[in-house]
């Protein structure tokens, strides 16, 4: 089964459930809303709902939380010249920081101090609630699964240990472009996941290279903090990011930007100057 978010011709945004060849609308103004709705797999079939879809909005608009999970590929932690971690290396992000599959990225000031990287990342959504949960508990509340990437400001987040401030930047983590239940995708079968840049292959790796999977990670966060519908989870990048290149290369003004996982789906992002860049102010 398939979800998405649309935005809608009254100005909102609604959640859509895939049913045969169309997709059924709902009452829910997202998929993560829609997750927390008691047998929500039957609502659409019962919902008119007067509005048409007009746009491309994130999977989930407005997650309570977003935890990411950094140096979590084998082949990440090995091009960055580190140890495997004992646990998962974990930060947080926003719902500011997310944005439609299809939607521009925006530098932040100019293109060469801002340091723009990709990061490909298959990332979770959660879909019930879940405290302290052993790993089969965390396993049985996975909703699906979506395509992000973790548009990195390498320039802020190398200004302290702390990588929030490079994580966090307004519109720069695209999720979609849907949400792919996992009886139709198992990470654990290795899946392909890739990133493009302007049609050249930058990232390439399989799920199955993952040192903390899904469960594991749900059941991790889970111990410290409570999960429920609509949460999402990024569980990290494969090897091939700009900045651990020789020499390091980061994103330009129209750069094309490919995200891709095999069987889930593909963003297509355009990265766009700010303002400041444009007009010097």
Not at 39 to 53: E, I, K, L, Y
């Amino acid at each position: 089964m398939r979800l998405r978010t649309v935005r809608t011709d009254d100005g909102g945004t609604r959640a859509e459930i895939h049913r045969g060849a169309r997709w059924s609308p709902t009452d829910a103004p997202d998929v993560g809303v829609l997750l927390a709705t008691p047998d929500w797999r039957s609502t659409a079939d019962a919902t008119t709902h007067p509005t048409s879809p007009t746009g491309s909005a994130p999977v989930v608009t407005t997650p309570a939380k977003i935890v990411c999970c950094g140096h979590n590929y084998r082949a990440h932690i090995a091009e960055m010249g580190r140890a495997a971690p004992q646990f998962p290396t974990l930060f947080a992000k926003f719902a500011d920081t997310l944005t439609a599959w299809d939607a521009d990225i925006t530098l932040p000031g100019a293109a060469e101090s801002a340091l723009l990287d990709w990061e490909a990342e298959l990332a979770i959504v959660v879909g019930d609630v879940l405290s302290r949960a052993d790993r089969e508990t965390a396993l049985s509340a996975i909703a699906g699964y979506t395509v992000a990437n973790d548009f990195s400001v390498r320039a802020w987040q190398r200004r302290t240990p702390q990588w929030l401030q490079g994580k966090a930047f307004d519109a720069t983590t695209p999720l979609g472009p849907e949400l792919v239940t996992p009886d139709e995708a198992d990470p654990a079968a290795g899946l392909r996941i890739s990133c493009r840049v302007n049609g050249v292959e930058e990232q390439v790796g399989s799920t199955d290279d993952l040192v903390f999977d899904p469960a594991t990670l749900l059941s991790y966060i889970s111990g410290f903090t409570v999960l429920r519908p609509g949460d999402v989870v990024l569980t990290g990048t494969p090897g091939g990011v700009g900045i651990a290149a020789d020499p390091p290369r980061f994103l330009r003004p129209g750069d094309v930007v490919e995200t891709e996982i095999e069987g889930i789906g593909l963003l297509r992002n355009r990265i766009t100057a700010s303002h400041t860049e444009i007009t010097g102010r």
